[in-house]
């Protein structure tokens, strides 16, 4: 079983499939990295693509300290992988809890990244949210520690977000749910405790995402609210990206519209493959709608 050992000796499990540019993915909190299944299938043809398990995800280890789990741990954790790969840089591709991993990656790791796709990333951002959304974090990880994984990923999976991808896709949604429902209890909890609840806002990462210069793409689904006045913020102040919105889709975007989402993805790689992505044109950006600033 291939496990890398990240700096604090736990053990992230991954799998590498087909040759060529890396491309690593880091999925979700109600994912693992058989979430990713379609676009292995897809990309592998073209490129080295990497899948693992956060910590906390069997058959990645699962630390009993809430203290392991965390937006920094996560971050370093996709760095610290590339490295015991061997790999020196990769196109990075995250989903959810996985776009904020990648999106601090891509902050802390410039280096490191040739490109960055951050997906259905922004929940608990906004400021009138924020609180809400860290007083659910804490009770869906006390739901998770009282009742089991199995009784919370029956309602986790029908979540505002989730029900787009059912209505769609019902034999789809259901291996989502039932995957879900396998994971681990304590693993969970703890993600949501030190991960998921404690991340920062987008907002609070401006400073730093203006000065980030790395390729980057947001895309999210125009019925996943939490996510949608963020990805705006994103791309409006990051300097190389651009944004996406999928029609009628939620937060499970790689797998309730595949197709869709490894298009979407494999055209932002050739542009950045071809040197076809560059900083947004200042120009484009004028106190005018209609006149360029220095002709007013």
């Not at 058989?34 to 990645?60: D, K, L, T």
């Not at 996560?74 to 591709?93: S, Y």
């Not at 009282?146 to 896709?169: C, I, S, W």
Request: with cysteine.
């Amino acid at each position: 079983m291939p496990l890398a050992a990240m700096n604090d000796g736990t053990r992230l499990y991954y799998e590498s499939t087909g040759s060529g540019y890396p491309l690593l993915f880091s999925h979700e909190f109600a994912g693992d990295y058989r979430s990713w299944e379609p676009q292995v299938r897809y990309f592998a043809r073209r490129y080295r693509v990497i899948v693992y398990n956060a910590r906390g995800y069997p058959p990645s280890d699962v630390p009993a300290d809430v203290d392991a789990y965390s937006q920094a741990r996560a971050m370093h954790d996709i760095a610290q992988l590339l490295e015991a790969l061997q790999v020196p840089q990769a196109h990075v591709v995250g989903l959810s809890m996985g776009g904020y991993a990648t999106l601090h990656f891509g902050l802390n790791y410039p280096q490191m990244a040739r490109s960055l796709v951050v997906a259905g990333c922004g929940y608990g951002s906004v400021a009138g949210d924020r609180q809400k959304f860290q007083q659910d974090s804490a009770q869906v990880a006390q739901r998770i520690e009282h009742d089991g994984m199995q009784a919370t990923a029956a309602v986790y999976a029908k979540g505002p977000t989730r029900v787009q991808f059912e209505d769609k896709d019902p034999r789809g949604w259901q291996e989502f749910a039932d995957q879900l429902a396998e994971h681990s209890a304590t693993g969970a909890s703890l993600t949501m405790r030190g991960v998921q609840g404690q991340r920062p806002s987008v907002y609070e990462l401006e400073a730093q995402m203006r000065q980030l210069q790395v390729p980057t793409l947001i895309v999210t689904g125009d019925e996943d609210e939490p996510c949608l006045e963020p990805g705006l913020f994103m791309k409006r102040v990051i300097p190389a990206a651009g944004l996406v919105v999928v029609p009628k889709t939620g937060h499970t975007l790689n797998l309730e519209e595949p197709e869709s989402f490894n298009r979407i993805v494999s055209d932002f790689l050739t542009a950045v493959e071809s040197g076809r992505w560059q900083a947004r044109n200042p120009a484009s950006l004028s106190s005018s709608a209609i006149l360029p600033d220095k002709q007013r």
